[in-house]
């Protein structure tokens, strides 16, 4: 039996920004993770259970993102479907709440064939395949997602460029808060896009700032200032404010964090619902976390980034 895992993700900062070629930050959630397990079977056949849905996958289902990417995937390495396997896959990441529970599950179903063949782990490879996943999934996605959870490392990511690793300095405590809101991250998207073509001058300049703040977050990031970051990751969220897809709620949920005395607060994602995250020193994880359950977040995580 082999399984093979592959992390969440949350975005650090840059979003929406990133859709038209501008940098933003992303860090993997180790502690949320989808699973593939490969077993044997006492017959030629090819399988995929979804145990979170109960739904069985089969060669033919052509249609479903998950078939469809394990045909793709043994094309791209000249090799035939395996037979005589089950692949199980289940994951603790929440879906559709932008922790990045498609693209975690398409990069372990890829890395477990890649390990069932004995390949080399060609990670450039394995993040194209799960980026056209994610185009099934999402339309016209940055890449951002699969890029951090495929290589499981945060990143730097610009559109188009050679993914540049970050060198950390320093731990950094994140709580990520969850609204309960379910979030369209196309939708989101749609609406920004709809925003550039009818104010291009006001919203260029607004995703020039956030270029900036991406920038300084990586140079705090670099140099271990929890203070600096945090203070940041605020901004950027009144970036995108102004950008229209934060939400009472997640205003909300990001001043709580603030005057429960996090460095810094922002949504993370698509926004519209979904998530926001807060950099909290160690010894105030726990009083954040209760001041957003208390504040209506449906559910609170953490995360470390070192
Ligand atoms: O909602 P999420 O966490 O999948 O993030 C979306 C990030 C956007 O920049 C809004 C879109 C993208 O494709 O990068």
């Given at each position: 039996m082999l399984i093979v895992s592959a992390p969440a993700k949350i975005i650090l900062c840059g979003e929406h920004a990133v859709v038209y070629g501008f940098p933003a930050i992303a860090m993997p959630v180790f502690g949320l993770r989808a699973r593939a397990t490969v077993r044997p079977l006492d017959r030629v056949d090819f399988r995929i259970r979804l145990l979170d849905t109960g739904e069985t996958?089969?060669?033919?289902?052509?249609?479903?993102?998950?078939?469809?990417?394990?045909?793709?995937a043994t094309r791209a390495v000249d090799r035939p479907v395996p037979t005589g396997i089950e692949i199980d896959v289940s994951s603790d990441i929440p879906i559709a709440s932008g922790l990045g529970s498609g693209a975690a599950v398409a990069s372990a179903l890829v890395k477990s064939l890649f390990q069932h063949y004995r390949l080399e782990s060609d990670l450039t490879r394995i993040n194209a395949l799960v980026y056209e996943a994610e185009q099934a999934f999402h339309g016209t996605p940055s890449g951002i997602d699969n890029t951090v959870i495929v290589y499981e490392s945060p990143v730097y990511f610009v559109k188009g460029r050679d993914i540049e690793p970050i060198s950390l300095k320093g731990k950094y405590h994140f709580v990520i808060a969850n609204t309960g809101i379910p979030a369209s991250t196309k939708e989101t998207v749609a609406k920004v896009r709809v925003l550039y073509e009818q104010a291009p001058k006001v919203t260029g300049e607004t995703f020039e700032n956030i270029h900036s703040l991406v920038d300084q977050s990586r140079k705090a990031l670099t140099v271990g200032d929890n203070e600096w970051l945090g203070s940041l990751l605020t901004q950027n969220h009144e970036q995108l404010q102004k950008l229209s897809v934060s939400t009472k709620q997640l205003d909300l949920l990001v001043a709580v964090a603030l005057q429960a005395g996090a460095y810094g607060a922002k949504?993370?994602?698509?926004?519209?619902?979904?998530?926001?995250?807060?950099l909290v020193s160690q010894d105030k994880i726990e009083s954040v976390k209760s001041a957003l359950l208390r504040s209506g977040a449906k559910r609170v995580y953490t995360t470390i980034l070192e």
């Open positions: 996958l089969v060669l033919t289902d052509t249609d479903h993102p998950f078939i469809s990417l394990v045909h793709r949504l993370s994602g698509g926004g519209g619902g979904g998530n926001m995250i807060a």
